[in-house]
């Protein structure tokens, strides 16, 4: 009965694949047709300085130009931006890779001329429906466009500031942090006394993941080259594994939560260190040099065949930013159990250095825009 049900449970399998996909490849597509035009200089616009891009390809083909300052839509904030900081989206954007983010961005050049998201910074404005904010505010969180002197942002995608934080540090918390937050609390729901493995614990999310771990009383393990080892363990994992030296899939430790933030090996040698309810969480990874059509999403496509068929529990996300779990973050920066790692700090016109730097994979932390030259309008 099982041999003759088979081959009905594959095809639907097969189908339910071909629906995601197709439903993806529609949400990207109308995400990419309602794009925001991109804003060119115009007579009797405001002006500021803006990292931008063309077309697609690598770092050499960002420059800074004058384009028009933003208007905050009723809902949303203007910032004047003090400083951002760098993702592997950003560098996913620039390029245009995997080809499916050109669903969205733009097939053969990018729709919106802008990079970045993290930020903080000084409210200088806000539209007529918002309540949360004025100006003057410090702020942190994200805004499409941030490498700029001024962004706009949703009220319900920032949050203000953590006094204790430079502008600099606020800026390195948004995107790596909330991943963090996200995965390990909802996706790996960790609890106090679990065995949890960071796989690239020296990294942008990475510093945040054990962190955030520890803040939940797990058993942090985290895994790095022999630079950072020292950095992981003030950080607070109870054990580091130098890659250099051990390959931690060929330990003994069996790991409750694997939260992966590097992609560097094979899925079967991940479940082989996991309980047999284990929970892996898999949030990227790559370069550049991945490949163009599928890179960067790999991982997820072969979690997402294989987790049917195993009781471990395989995850891939992407987190959403929301003002609910930026006051979280916020508050363990307040309580001291959480703080930023920034690696290096470049200036605005640097931003094609900065993306090179974070595209080589070995960031300890954040990689950071800084905007201290700007002065106040």
């Known amino acids: ?25 529609a949400a990207l597509a109308a995400a990419w047709l309602y794009r925001p035009a991109p804003r060119l200089l115009r007579a009797g616009g405001t002006p500021m300085q803006a990292i931008v891009y063309h077309d697609y390809g690598p770092p050499e083909v960002l420059r800074l130009e004058a384009i028009d300052r933003p208007v905050p839509g009723d ?8 400083a951002a900081s760098v993702n592997p989206l950003d560098w996913h954007y620039l390029r245009g890779i995997p080809y499916l983010v050109r669903m969205e961005a733009g097939l053969h050049q990018p729709q919106d001329p802008q990079l970045g998201v993290d930020l903080a910074g000084q409210v200088v404005a806000v539209g007529k ?112 594994i130098d890659y250099t030296k051990e390959d931690f899939t060929q330990g003994a430790t069996r790991y409750d939560v694997v939260f992966d933030t590097v992609g560097n090996h094979a899925l079967s040698e991940y479940r082989h260190v996991m309980t047999a309810k284990g929970i892996y969480i898999g949030i990227g990874g790559g370069g550049p040099d991945e490949g163009a059509w599928i890179g960067a999403l790999k991982g997820p496509i072969k979690s997402f065949v294989v987790a049917p068929f195993v009781s471990q529990q395989l995850v ?37 250095e900065a993306i090179r730097y974070v595209e080589q994979g070995h960031a300890r932390g954040k990689v950071v825009i800084s905007l201290k030259s700007a002065e106040a309008p």
């Open 1 to 25: 009965m099982n041999a003759k049900n088979a081959p009905v449970r594959t095809g639907r399998k097969r189908r339910w694949l071909g629906i995601v996909l197709l439903v993806l490849l």
């Open 75 to 82: 809902k949303q904030v203007l910032i004047q931006v003090r």
């Open 129 to 240: 429906s918002v309540t949360r904010f004025k100006p003057g505010d410090e702020v942190f969180g994200v805004g499409p466009g941030a490498f700029a002197e001024y962004a706009r942002a949703s009220e319900s995608k920032i949050a203000l500031k953590p006094a204790q934080l430079s502008f600099e540090q606020a800026a390195a918390v948004p995107v790596a942090a909330m991943t963090a937050l996200q995965g390990l609390r909802d996706k790996g729901r960790v609890q106090a006394g679990q065995k949890v493995l960071i796989n690239g614990a020296s990294g942008g999310v990475g510093t945040f993941a054990v962190q955030i771990a520890k803040s939940f009383g797990a058993d942090v393990t985290g895994v790095c080259s022999t630079r950072n080892v020292e950095l992981v363990r003030s950080l607070g994992a109870d054990q580091v």
């Open 316 to 352: 891939t996300f992407i987190a959403s930013i929301n003002k609910d779990d930026l006051t979280v973050v916020a508050e363990l920066i307040e309580a001291g159990k959480l703080k930023p790692v920034i690696d290096r700090t470049y200036p605005l016109a640097q931003v094609p």
